[in-house]
């Protein structure tokens, strides 16, 4: 069975840093494409990164150059490294695996809660 | 950049009902790019509905995707009481690689 959670969230103050881990059952993490996805309070779902099978990484031009999507192999496990956070980052964050079609999310963890406040 | 824009913001219906969603891309999108995704209150989405006519797995065949290019339509065909939620758009394609419409909430009248 396919499951996916999520931790490391918390409250941290603006210009602080947090880790999210996503551990990952069922499948392997380095054979498929994952991604992150957020959501701001009362609001819609917003793509974050990828990280292709291969190793590739891809950003949303609003976390580019501040967050790192990275995995570990050994864990089964991805990763979402956040620096330079900001008010607007605070969301709940979703890891997702993408299905073989590569287009679109078929597993998604439960989310974890990410709040920027001083 | 190629913008969704999910229509109408709430829908009010009653158990046993037609819903019809829509959702407009500000760009042509492909259809095998499209999909559609439910999520209920403090869960989790879940894929609905991909290359915008496929149900995908263990998805009850009372949903239905249709359309191209820039108009897409995901249609329920006899409301359950557990079909209401918030539905989403989704496409691949150009930048941002990823990008969701706005969202729909189905509400019980």
């Known amino acids: 069975e396919v499951q996916l959670v999520e931790s490391g969230g918390g409250l941290v103050q603006p210009g602080g840093s947090l880790r999210l881990s996503c551990a990952a059952s069922g499948f392997t993490v380095s054979s498929t494409y994952m991604t992150w996805v957020r959501q701001a309070p009362g609001k819609g779902l917003e793509w974050v990164s990828l990280?292709?099978?291969?190793?590739?990484?891809y950003y949303a031009d609003s976390v580019k150059g501040r967050f790192t999507i990275s995995r570990d192999s050994s864990k089964n496990t991805l990763y979402l490294q956040m620096n330079s956070l900001r008010a607007e980052d605070t969301a709940v964050y979703f890891c997702?695996?993408?299905?073989?079609?590569?287009?679109?999310?078929?597993?998604w963890g439960q989310g974890t809660q990410v709040t920027v406040s001083s | 950049e190629i913008v969704l824009t999910q229509s109408p913001g709430t829908l009010s219906l009653s158990p046993g009902e037609r819903a019809t969603l829509s959702c407009r891309a500000s760009q042509s999108v492909s259809s095998s790019y499209l999909a559609w995704y439910q999520q209920k209150n403090g869960q989790a989405p879940r894929l609905l509905i991909y290359g915008a006519s496929s149900r995908a797995t263990g998805i009850p065949d009372r949903f239905s995707g249709s359309g191209a290019g820039t108009d897409f339509t995901l249609t329920i065909s006899r409301l359950e009481p557990e079909d209401f939620a918030v539905y989403y758009c989704?496409?691949?394609?150009?930048?941002?690689?990823?990008?969701f419409g706005q969202g729909t909430k189905l509400e019980i009248k």
């Open positions: 989704q496409q691949y394609g150009s930048s941002p690689m990823y990008s």
């Open positions: 990280i292709y099978s291969g190793g590739g990484t």
């Open positions: 997702a695996r993408h299905s073989t079609r590569i287009n679109d999310f078929d597993y």
